[in-house]
């Protein structure tokens, strides 16, 4: 099986499916200090980050929107001092798609 790094996101279309409960079991574990979490009735992926300061985290930010843009796929990110916390979701499904996992893994990667 490929690495979740090693792989690209789909362009999504709304009437993408959602990951099934077996892909969701099957992925997971490959990003295991993410949680899932609902969100107004929408299943996401979330993870804080933790850094020493401000700009340190400012500086991952910038790194995990570089990322979101060479994917095509964009996160939720909240900076704040020392910390930075990144939610994965696929706004045009309302949920989880494999891209989301892809995301999450190199997010993880990036540090």
């Not at 690209?8 to 295991?32: G, K």
């Not at 991952?60 to 095509?72: D, H, I, S």
Request: overall charge negative; aromatic content about 8%.
């Amino acid at each position: 099986m490929t690495s979740l790094t090693q792989q690209n996101c789909d362009a999504c279309r709304a009437d993408a499916p959602s990951v099934t409960d077996q892909e969701r079991q099957e992925l997971h574990p490959q990003i295991p200090d993410w949680i899932l979490v609902e969100e107004d009735g929408i299943e996401k992926l979330q993870r804080p980050f933790s850094f020493g300061n401000f700009t340190e985290a400012l500086a991952f930010t910038n790194q995990v929107a570089e990322l979101a843009e060479r994917e095509g796929h964009h996160p939720a990110i909240l900076t704040e001092y020392g910390k930075v916390t990144v939610t994965w979701w696929t706004h045009k499904i309302g949920g989880l798609h494999r891209n989301d996992f892809i995301c999450a893994a190199k997010t993880d990667a990036l540090l």
